[in-house]
């Protein structure tokens, strides 16, 4: 493998006890990730997702050194995380969700001033860094408020300025944009496009928000029971899923359902509207033109597959799909 990120064969086992009794508890072993190989490209922006469980989190905190992987070979920017934990920090930015790095009495301005010093950033470096982040996140009425006064959304934001003050090389995002309103959802990842853009920032992204995947990333990966099962475009992850593309037809007047398109089939019917559904990986324009031509149109629109329904049909093809995955937390 040649790339920024490297995983070949990585594993992660963990010891857990569950109770087997009144007063006894056996030993099991979990492996969360299970022989997992991939490489990402200095400046790829790439979306790593899959179900609770599925053992996103644990990759990431082997990226970063928290955690050591229990077999199989791992290097970031040619450094071994586990090994050189310190080095690696320096060249690496982290965004936990559900965790803040954060001083959570301090006012955001001063947890700001104590990132610079850990990372010993120049001053005139921190400024202009710190100067971008605010303006494009929206930062400037809550640099004197305590973090611990902030709303999750609001943290959220000073969390990922936090990650980049010291313009690391590789930035790993799990779960950014949770809790966060519509408003600032947009204004993060317009935020996240113009660091991988004009930064060449590598990110690796997780998250269960799928519309972040579709408005950041060219390149997908889904990990379920610790394992890979795709790699590629959204574009091959729809066709892989053998997903369904909707043309929504409004008529000039009611009409029995369209039924001479080749390649498509009616789903629904509401008076003059009409839903026909095809196959994701192919073209829309061969259909359009059909109904086109053979019925009097007022509009049309297609409508993409819900990616959270891909996934799911890619990891259980055999499920109803009203049913949610026994076991598991939909995606």
């Known amino acids: 493998m040649d790339g920024f990120i490297e995983l070949d064969g990585v594993e992660k086992v963990f010891d857990v006890r569950r109770r087997a009794g009144l007063l006894r508890r056996e030993r099991h072993r979990v492996r969360a990730v299970d022989g ?49 934990r310190t080095r690696l920090a320096h060249r690496i930015g ?26 010993r950033v120049p001053e005139a470096r921190y400024r202009a860094n710190l100067e971008r982040c605010v303006e494009l996140l929206d930062l400037g ?14 943290r959220m ?30 204004k993060v990842r317009q935020f996240l496009r113009e660091v991988n853009t004009e930064r060449g920032t590598t990110v690796l992204l997780t998250t269960h ?15 379920d029971h610790g394992r890979l099962v795709h790699d590629g475009g959204l574009e091959e992850l729809h066709a892989a899923a053998g997903g369904e593309r909707t043309l929504v037809v409004d008529l000039a007047r009611e009409s029995p359902p369209i ?33 086109a031509e053979r019925y009097p149109l007022v509009d049309l629109s297609v409508r993409e597959p819900d990616i959270e329904d891909v996934i799911a049909t890619l990891l259980y093809p055999q499920r109803d799909p009203d049913q949610k995955p026994a076991g598991r937390t939909a995606l």
Not at 51 to 58: D, M, R, V
Not at 96 to 109: A, C, H, M, S, V
Not at 168 to 177: F, G, I
Request: charged share 20%; hydrophobic share 45%; glycine share 10%.
């Open 36 to 84: 997992i190989s991939f490489s990402v490209a200095a400046g790829e922006m790439v979306g790593y997702i899959g179900p609770n469980g599925a053992g996103k989190s644990t990759t990431i905190k082997m990226l970063t050194g928290i955690l050591v992987p229990s077999g199989g070979r791992l290097r970031v920017a040619g450094i071994d995380p586990s090994r050189e």
């Open 94 to 119: 982290v965004v936990f969700g559900q965790r803040t790095t954060l001083w959570w009495d301090l006012p955001l301005r001063d947890s700001y001033g104590l990132v610079r010093r850990m990372y």
């Open 141 to 154: 009425d809550l640099l004197d408020v305590p973090v611990r006064q902030l709303s999750l959304g609001q």
């Open 157 to 186: 934001r000073g969390d990922i300025a936090a990650a980049l003050l010291h313009d690391p090389e590789v930035l790993y995002l799990d779960e950014p944009t949770i809790g966060l309103d519509v408003v600032s959802k947009a």
């Open 209 to 223: 928000d799928l519309t972040d995947i579709e408005q950041l990333c060219r390149r997908v990966m889904v990990i």
């Open 259 to 291: 039924a001479d398109v080749p390649g498509a089939r009616v789903v629904k019917v509401e008076g003059p509207r009409q839903w026909l559904a095809f196959a994701a990986g192919s073209s829309a324009a061969p259909v359009v033109a059909a109904v």
